[in-house]
């Protein structure tokens, strides 16, 4: 569902200035705050963006964004600390509603003016208590709104209210979901939130379909939503110069590209791994805009992953075992790839390790290709791999597999990541 600023004019003052627009825009810039290293800009064609002023290197920390607003999961409820998102054994939890933890006390105090919009609203409905995970970071919005009235530190550069929406572009589906959710909204928090009009509310919404961030881990398991104002200006490439990784709710932005001064900092909002068309109907789908990147220009990869497949014909064989694919299609077509994927998910659900890795193994080989040299999806993959190895006392093919995962995340994690140091732990541990 979510990622990142839709590249397409807006209109705050600066976004139309095209021709004299750079220097008035570096000043505004300064007025309203600033990271240093970087700056907004607008271009004609993908209204406003990120660039560098100077130069970054492979791994290298471009900036980091603490959330405007997170909300954690409601299935990693007991898990994960509810501020903080820390996982880990024997955490606090709430004596009023007994739904929320929390690493300590310190954690449930900072929490509390999020979590009391929650609180005493589950005790009250109990089992009825079902509001979406959108709805619920909305009302964090706008309590945040209310008690926030200065620039806040994920504000440096773009302010919460200046986000991207596509209002206009939503068909009747989305519109729909949109209501339930304000719905939804009204029902379990109007009581400590004082609700927006209709109208701002659909903007509100709309905004944060476009511009919010699932929090994934290290094996890329959804932790819960954020609102990063400052990361969401961040255009998309299916060459992306930077990645985004996040250390608790805190998002870090790093290259994993050598950018030099003036080049646009560019993610990825969708996975890569699918062909041109099929990422650029996710694109419009989503965020409302056809990627020109050079990769989507060259098509380099498409060959490769749609080998003898329409994907309307893999659909119908869905029900039919992996191996009778494997005598139509190539192994590196990205259904079967996808296939591949939610059958080594099935094995680690059922405690197959063998399954698993027959499948691991097979997917770590056409992964390595088709993604860019840094990617989240290669890195979980191996670190599901190794982990599996290590448990089966197979230690060096797991260290192998942990050690790869381990290069991909020292650039897009940064060397000092708890993960990297939960994993090197691992590593010792046999
Ligand atoms: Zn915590
Ligand atoms: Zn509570
Ligand atoms: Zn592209």
Same mark, same amino acid.
């Given at each position: 569902m979510w990622y990142v600023d839709a590249p397409k004019p807006v209109s705050i003052t600066h976004a139309d200035q095209t021709q004299s627009g750079v220097e008035t825009h570096v000043e505004e810039v300064?007025?309203?705050?600033?990271?240093?290293?970087?700056?907004?800009?607008?271009?004609?064609?993908?209204?406003?963006?990120?660039?560098?002023?100077?130069?970054?290197?492979?791994?290298?920390?471009?900036?980091?964004?603490?959330?405007?607003?997170?909300?954690?999961?409601?299935? =990693?409820?007991? +898990?994960?600390? &509810? *501020?903080?998102?820390?996982?880990? @054994?024997?955490?606090?939890?709430?004596?009023?509603?007994?739904?929320?933890?929390?690493?300590?006390?310190?954690?449930?105090?900072?929490d509390w003016a999020m979590h009391k919009l929650e609180c005493s609203a589950m005790v009250a409905f109990g089992e009825n208590w079902c509001p979406s995970e959108t709805s619920r970071l909305v009302a964090r919005i706008l309590a945040k709104k209310k008690l926030q009235k200065e620039r806040c530190d994920s504000e440096k550069i773009l302010l919460i209210g200046e986000m991207q929406s596509h209002l206009e572009d939503e068909d009747n589906e989305k519109?729909?979901?949109?209501?339930?959710?304000?719905?939804?909204?009204?029902?379990?928090?109007?009581?400590?939130? =004082?609700?927006? +009009?209709?109208? &701002? *509310?659909?903007?509100?919404?709309? @905004?944060?379909?476009?511009?919010?961030?699932?929090?994934?881990?290290?094996?890329?398991?959804?932790?819960?939503?954020?609102?990063?104002?400052?990361?969401?200006?961040?255009?998309?490439?299916?060459?992306?110069?930077?990645?985004?990784?996040?250390?608790?709710?805190?998002?870090?932005?790093?290259a994993v590209q050598d950018m030099k001064p003036g080049d646009e900092v560019l993610i990825s909002y969708i996975d890569l791994l699918y062909p041109t068309d099929d990422r650029n109907s996710r694109l419009r789908e989503s965020?409302?805009?056809?990627?020109?990147?050079?990769?989507?220009?060259?098509?380099?990869?498409?060959?490769?992953?749609?080998?003898?497949?329409?994907?309307?014909?893999?659909?119908?064989?869905?029900?039919?075992?992996?191996?009778?694919m494997g005598a139509v299609f190539e192994d590196s077509n990205v259904y079967v790839l996808h296939m591949m994927y939610q059958a080594m998910g099935v094995c680690i659900y059922m405690q197959d390790a063998d399954g698993a890795l027959r499948y691991g193994e097979k997917l770590a080989r056409y992964y390595s290709k088709l993604y860019p040299p840094y990617s989240l999806n290669v890195?979980?993959?191996?670190?599901?791999?190794?982990?599996?190895?290590?448990?089966?006392?197979?230690?060096?093919?797991?260290?192998?597999?942990?050690?790869?995962?381990?290069?991909?995340?020292?650039?897009?994690?940064?060397?000092?990541?708890?993960?990297?140091?939960?994993?090197?732990?691992?590593?010792?541990?046999?």
């Open positions: 300064t007025m309203t705050g600033s990271i240093d290293g970087l700056e907004m800009f607008s271009s004609p064609e993908k209204g406003r963006g990120l660039r560098v002023s100077r130069g970054f290197s492979v791994g290298e920390l471009l900036f980091s964004c603490p959330a405007y607003s997170s909300v954690l999961s409601v299935t =990693e409820r007991g +898990s994960c600390c &509810d *501020l903080c998102f820390r996982r880990k @054994q024997g955490l606090a939890r709430c004596g009023k509603c007994k739904k929320a933890f929390y690493c300590n006390a310190s954690c449930q105090k900072a519109k729909e979901k949109t209501e339930a959710d304000i719905a939804g909204l009204s029902r379990f928090f109007s009581k400590h939130l =004082e609700v927006p +009009s209709h109208r &701002d *509310l659909l903007t509100l919404f709309s @905004q944060v379909a476009c511009n919010g961030f699932t929090i994934e881990d290290d094996e890329l398991s959804h932790m819960g939503t954020a609102v990063y104002p400052d990361v969401a200006l961040i255009n998309h490439s299916c060459l992306p110069s930077v990645i985004v990784t996040f250390n608790g709710t805190k998002a870090e932005v790093r965020y409302y805009f056809t990627c020109k990147c050079p990769e989507c220009q060259k098509k380099s990869k498409d060959k490769v992953k749609l080998k003898s497949a329409p994907p309307s014909e893999l659909l119908e064989m869905c029900e039919q075992s992996l191996e009778e890195s979980s993959l191996y670190l599901k791999l190794g982990r599996i190895y290590m448990a089966m006392g197979r230690h060096s093919e797991g260290i192998k597999a942990l050690t790869k995962a381990i290069t991909i995340m020292e650039v897009a994690h940064g060397k000092d990541h708890q993960y990297l140091e939960d994993i090197r732990k691992e590593l010792t541990q046999k």
